[in-house]
């Protein structure tokens, strides 16, 4: 499975790498970077950085350094200032340098060049959303695209840096608007309400501290990320966000789904907020729009094993 | 416990009726109406008769004949064109006409008037918002509000006339944020999240059919109301939002509650939709809000029995 990798590094993105690099099933054929998390040349660097640590030896495009409108938010409170819990400068030295290409051209060339490409963003959307405009038709030459992003108020939660909002689609609601109303051929949604189901406890983690270097690496990057998620839910846990959204690329039955268009709203108080109209309620704005299919639960008891496996080998031969 | 009841009878109106009736401990004081399930001089005729048909003797109120601001929609879809499933001709004689003074008068003058008054609103919010811009300090001097309204996502539904809003919010936003923005010394919102975990098959309705005459007419005036709900879940069953509303008020612990500010989208996308900062993310948008106990889930197990022990003596001495 030829993949391709839009992310924002990112401690849970860092996650997210590893388990690409443990899973023999992905091909990694291309990185593209995003603000988010961190500013984009932030994130590129550490990009680079996670390869060098992990032995990916894919391309890395840096992409958009803001939304597609108005400016941009970063989540150092999350990630810390360097993007990885203030362990970014023990990363090793970098294989490679990014390509000249911007990320959005690099896509846009890589979906025409490649039979079945997967693509996976977990970051903001801008630069799908930026590749999308230079080519109308990239929906239908992309295999699947899958989302981290986005709340859809099951289990309580509806947002994460507002009440109704989740911080990728907040980043950039007008990029995930115009991807969201693009007919892919396959379009999944993976957003707080499977994400957040999978919770692993610090305890658990602790085997990361005694495993290949690179996992000795990524658990000190976990550590103030594990502290602001015990300040946030009261439990010293890990929600992997984006490592979980990959997983519905080879195990989507790991997930509940509901199909059904869905939208963002953009301003006012809602801003930034995913609704999905799985009723067929909605009237005249939603009519013709695609259908995504958007995960409404994960099954914790299958993930956790799968993603703890890759992260304790990270680095390692797959 | 001394009962204001904000009304649009409206089907489920009328099977909150019959429990308010059947529950000793309730006090009916007065009655308003207000548009929403049909227009208000439907509902105050159907409030008129539902007092005759119950042996209800408190004063009824005409209120609100569209929302603050905007123009009224009804749901002959759901209520039927009578608002009473097409029952609304078998209802008996009035036994006493409508009150001259306006609802939201008449209910800042209850206000005054009586300690401990407890208010019960499962109509558009217009008649309360009026009364709160008559006297700011009505929520000083209610003991209670209890709000049917709003879908705050749980369960997979976050709305029944739009993927986002619940018809009463919807039917007038402004009303409900002016109400949900005010210092009331409790205010509780029950919403879809609760009242849809109530539903009550029809088969358990049969034996309405051979009860109290009041039981056999509200059996009738049930039927359309299931149909719909039939096509729009695929299940037969009642969800008598209105009735199920009153409960907090004698049986709190049979609802599970969060508290949180509550805020109203208005325009958009999102328009009438109900959101609860219950996480403390909001900032500016939010400081200062009082806080509200939204009911997140509900018990069937206590409310079904409940309900149908009100509704099959209907009309009886309670």
Request: aromatic share 6%; with cysteine; proline share 7%.
């Amino acid at each position: 499975m030829k993949l391709w990798f839009d992310t924002d590094p990112g401690v849970d993105d860092a996650l997210a790498l590893a388990f690409i690099q443990q899973c023999p099933q992905f091909e990694l054929v291309g990185l593209s970077t995003v603000f988010g998390n961190a500013s984009v040349a932030t994130t590129t660097a550490n990009a680079l950085g996670l390869c060098a640590l992990l032995g990916l030896d894919a391309p890395v495009f840096a992409g958009a350094a803001a939304p597609l409108v108005g400016a941009s938010r970063l989540a150092p409170e999350v990630h810390g200032g360097d993007g990885l819990g203030g362990q970014a400068a023990q990363l090793p030295a970098v294989r490679r340098s990014v390509e000249t290409l911007p990320a959005a051209e690099a896509l846009v060339q890589a979906a025409r060049q490649r039979e079945a490409l997967h693509v996976a963003a977990v970051g903001p959307l801008t630069n799908i959303a930026q590749a999308l405009r230079l080519d109308l038709a990239l929906p239908e030459r992309i295999a699947s695209l899958t989302v981290m992003g986005g709340a859809f108020g099951l289990h309580g939660q509806s947002g994460n840096v507002t009440p109704c909002a989740e911080a990728n689609i907040h980043n950039d609601p007008l990029a995930a608007s115009e991807v969201f109303a693009a007919r892919w051929r396959c379009l999944r949604i993976v957003g707080l309400d499977a994400t957040q189901r999978v919770r692993i406890p610090r305890a658990r983690l602790e085997a990361l501290a005694h495993a290949t270097p690179a996992a000795r690496l990524l658990h000190r990057v976990l550590q103030p990320y594990i502290d602001f998620y015990r300040r946030y839910y009261g439990v010293a846990a890990l929600v992997a966000h984006d490592a979980i959204a990959l997983v519905p690329l080879l195990h989507p039955e790991a997930f509940t789904w509901r199909t059904g268009p869905v939208r963002v709203v953009e301003g006012g108080l809602a801003h930034g907020q995913t609704t999905q109209d799985w009723q067929r309620l909605g009237g005249p704005v939603w009519a013709g729009l695609p259908d995504a299919n958007v995960a409404v639960d994960a099954d914790p008891d299958t993930l956790t094993p799968l993603c703890l496996q890759a992260w304790l080998n990270a680095g390692a031969p797959p």
